[in-house]
């Protein structure tokens, strides 16, 4: 008899349809978040960035310059010591930007003793004074509105601020400023005689607005002090 011989089965295994299906899903899916995640962050970084533009325009807006000559003002003190006892200088906004909150602590009325307390706590436009020999963080500073004002202590476009800065106090029941003791120490301005202005001495005023940048003034004291000194 013939032998006979069984054959190995030969089997195939291959994709189905829908495991194709699920594969391809799931590279959409992943691709989808991945898209998502750098869309959101291209976002946020546009939205950050643009915050940082808008800003930058804020405080570059909110910027005060300075409108003419620095004035110094000298008085006697101790007797017959003259001094620096005041400064005057013109603002304005710069670039036409954001109106500037001036409103004062202080005010001046030439009667009795300048400065007057007024509303140190509505103070946001803080003032500093320093020399070589010292530094004050905030000192007395009053303010008025020349030519254009309308009525508010805000410095907008068009509108140009006087302040005067403070750093001795004027007796006003002495008729001639430079009569002896005529100016005297401040509690939070020069509070010792020791510290006064000096000809050829250098200071340097801060004005600090809430927004925007600070305003330098740097000066030098002439080698004589004049009733008025123009310091340019």
């Not at 495991?19 to 898209?35: D, K, Y």
């Not at 804020?58 to 400064?87: C, H, M, N, V, W």
């Not at 070589?132 to 009053?142: E, G, H, M």
């Amino acid at each position: 008899m013939g032998s006979y011989q069984r054959g190995s089965a030969h089997q195939e295994r291959g994709i189905t349809g829908l495991e194709t299906a699920i594969i391809l899903i799931a590279f959409v899916v992943v691709a989808s978040v991945f898209a998502f995640t750098v869309l959101s962050t291209g976002i946020f970084a546009s939205e950050r960035s643009k915050e940082t533009v808008f800003a930058g325009i804020e405080e570059a807006q909110s910027t005060l310059e300075p409108r003419g000559s620095l004035i110094a003002y000298t008085g006697k003190i101790d007797g017959s010591t003259s001094t620096i006892f005041k400064l005057t200088f013109l603002v304005s906004n710069a670039v036409a930007g954001e109106p500037v909150d001036l409103t004062p602590g202080y005010t001046a009325d030439d009667s009795g003793d300048d400065p007057d307390v007024a509303s140190a706590n509505k103070q946001v436009t803080v003032i500093s004074y320093r020399d070589k020999d010292q530094f004050l963080a905030d000192v007395p500073w009053t303010i008025s509105f020349p030519g254009n004002d309308d009525g508010d202590f805000l410095l907008e476009n068009n509108e140009k601020a006087e302040l005067t800065v403070w750093l001795l106090t004027r007796d006003n029941t002495v008729t001639d400023v430079n009569a002896a003791n005529s100016v005297k120490v401040l509690t939070n301005g020069i509070a010792s005689t020791a510290n006064i202005l000096a000809t050829r001495d250098e200071f340097t005023i801060e004005v600090k607005p809430s927004s925007g940048a600070v305003l330098n003034l740097r000066r030098h004291l002439p080698a004589q002090f004049d009733t008025v000194i123009d310091l340019n």
